[in-house]
């Protein structure tokens, strides 16, 4: 599989069911080839609108279903979900913008944007800087340490050392969630 297409396909499966965050493959990318990571930031962001989508149009059709279902994915509590039901009814599709900063899932304000009437063409503008703002730091990020502090680390340790970060910062957050 082509990695536009897997990034496009993580972006659209972290966007409605998946619990790992696309971070994960761009900031791998990131590690060896930062053009590459920024691109593929771009296919990720299009599969998560599509995600979004999905999502918000389902909050708008059946909410309880759809909570039914977030409420079964790991680190997703019901307070989390109330929450940021109460963030959408106060703030309005801005609140998606909250999201990344927060740890809480934009599966989740995308479904509560749907049920609370928002339009779905705002929410998607307001999506496009809220999901891709993340990837792109989080790429450049990675792009400037693997070459700046890291470049004289061999390529297998770097793996390692990118395996071991991502895995602490998943203990931490299935903890603290």
Same mark, same amino acid.
């Given at each position: 599989?082509?990695?536009?297409?897997?990034?496009?396909?993580? !972006?659209?499966? #972290?966007? $409605? =069911?998946?619990?790992?965050?696309?971070?994960?493959? +761009? $900031?791998? /990318?990131?590690?060896?080839?930062?053009?590459?990571?920024?691109?593929?930031?771009?296919?990720?962001? !299009? !599969?998560? /609108?599509?995600?979004?989508?999905?999502?918000?149009?389902?909050?708008?059709?059946?909410? #309880? $279903?759809?909570?039914?279902? &977030?409420?079964?994915?790991?680190?997703?509590?019901?307070?989390?979900?109330?929450? %940021?039901? $109460?963030? %959408?009814?106060?703030?309005? %599709?801005?609140?998606?913008?909250? !999201?990344?900063?927060?740890?809480?899932?934009?599966?989740?304000?995308?479904?509560?944007?749907?049920?609370? @009437?928002?339009?779905? @063409?705002?929410?998607? +503008?307001?999506?496009?800087?809220?999901? &891709? /703002?993340?990837?792109?730091? &989080?790429?450049?990020?990675?792009?400037?340490?693997?070459? @700046?502090? /890291?470049?004289? %680390?061999?390529? @297998?340790?770097?793996?390692?050392?990118?395996?071991?970060?991502?895995?602490?910062?998943? =203990?931490?957050?299935?903890?603290?969630?």
């Amino acid at each position: 599989m082509k990695l536009k297409y897997l990034a496009a396909a993580w !972006g659209l499966a #972290e966007a $409605t =069911v998946f619990f790992i965050v696309p971070d994960v493959l +761009l $900031t791998f /990318l990131a590690l060896k080839d930062g053009k590459r990571a920024t691109l593929l930031s771009f296919w990720t962001l !299009g !599969g998560a /609108l599509v995600g979004g989508i999905i999502m918000f149009c389902w909050g708008a059709h059946d909410k #309880e $279903t759809a909570e039914d279902l &977030l409420s079964e994915i790991p680190a997703i509590s019901p307070a989390m979900l109330e929450k %940021v039901e $109460t963030q %959408v009814e106060e703030a309005g %599709v801005k609140a998606a913008f909250v !999201g990344p900063l927060t740890g809480r899932p934009y599966k989740i304000y995308a479904t509560y944007a749907g049920s609370s @009437g928002e339009s779905l @063409g705002i929410f998607l +503008l307001i999506s496009v800087p809220a999901r &891709l /703002l993340r990837f792109l730091i &989080l790429a450049w990020l990675t792009t400037a340490i693997a070459k @700046g502090p /890291l470049r004289k %680390v061999k390529g @297998g340790s770097k793996n390692l050392l990118f395996v071991a970060i991502w895995l602490s910062f998943y =203990v931490w957050y299935f903890g603290a969630m």
